[in-house]
């Protein structure tokens, strides 16, 4: 459905993409629990194999519930055409080798996902693509960083877990003069609090898994750029890979849009009354958070973040076991890895998410054994903030 252009994110995550009439009048989309499409004729599946004939053939090829999905996405962030794949990491891998071959460089924002850090690992060690991080805080440090072989430009902004942020319409820009995609990681604003296409970047990324779907009930992951570059991904990375979305976790995904700005207006209102609080708490030695007006990338967020987000990271005055004594200590607040969910969450990265990522590497991305990574939930702020701080007076 792309018969208004002009309609508001709030009505798009709602309607974008589907139009009931087709559907007997559904006012939810249908699930097409298929993995196969009959065809008319003999002819008709031949002109659909070769390309010269629009139609679905086999659903990790394409799905009616799926392409609801990456129709909505897709005008969410500002692009022309999306992929959805059965985890964050599907997309991410998929990207990253349609775009590079052996002997290729990637340059990196100075600290990612440890999940993707691994996977840079494994390019580099079975096939040669190998991979440098950077600050990304100038365009000369960032044109200092390129070399003759750098075919991708991968930033995430926020940085999981330090919340640094990049200018992502610098870096665009210094792709654009060298030639090179730029690559990002949307998972911790989606695309209602940042869109890297509006700002000259090529590619978004998400772990859909989060913000999308809302409800911890999903693992995908979408990928959203340009048509030409999408459908070449779709033909061979993802065909060839395999790394598909179900017709069902589409539909729960479509679900979890629906109430996404809501909820994350939600999760920045009781992120920035829990920042505060941990700013002016004596036992948290350091808060990371991009609302906090004394951040040095505070200008940045208000750049190109509608709002702060749900992500706060912090440290402790102490040590490892400082950390794990508070995260046992909470009662309301889950241990768990992962993010965007009604349910606020904790994790310690040194040894979870990034527990893959050598201790040297970790702490040049500025990952401390005492930092947590808080994802704030849609509960009352004040419980939350009481369980931190009959958690935090327990170390």
Known sequence: MNKN????????????????????????????????FTFETAQQGE????????????????????????ERMAALENGEAALAFGS??????????????????????????????????????????SHDFSAMESKEQLLQAIRPETVCIYVESPINPTMKLVDLQMVAEVGKEKGIPVVVDNTFCSPYLQNPISLGCDVVIHSATKYICGHGDVIAGIAVGKKDFMRKMAMTTQKDIGGIISPFDAWLLLRGLKTLAVRMDRHCENAR?????????PKVAHVYFP????????????KQMRQPGGII???????????????????????????????????????MTHAV????????????????????GLESWEDIRDDLEQALSKI
């Open 273 to 281: 009354k829990l920042a505060s609080f941990l700013l002016t708490h």
């Open 5 to 36: 252009n002009s309609m508001n994110f709030e009505t798009k995550i709602i309607h974008e993409g589907y139009e009931s009439e087709k559907y007997s009048g559904s006012l939810a989309p249908p699930i097409f629990q298929t993995s196969t």
């Open 291 to 302: 609302g906090d007006e004394k951040s040095p990338d505070y200008a940045i967020a208000q």
């Open 313 to 351: 990271s912090f440290t402790l005055h102490g040590d490892k076991e400082t950390a794990q004594v508070l995260m046992n200590e909470l009662k309301l607040i889950k241990i768990a890895v992962s993010l965007g969910d009604a349910e606020t969450l904790i994790q310690h990265p040194a040894t």
């Open 88 to 129: 964050g990491m599907a997309a991410v891998s998929a990207i990253l080798l349609g775009l590079t071959k052996t002997g290729d460089h990637i340059l990196c924002s100075q600290g990612v996902y440890g999940c993707t850090f691994g996977l840079l690992e494994m390019m580099n060690d079975k096939y040669k693509i």
């Open 357 to 376: 990522v050598p201790k040297e590497s970790r702490e040049k991305m500025g990952i401390e054994d005492t930092l947590l990574r808080l994802s704030v």
């Open 47 to 70: 002109r659909r194999f070769a390309g010269e004939e629009d139609g679905y053939i086999y659903s990790r090829l394409g799905n009616p519930t799926v392409t609801m999905l990456e």
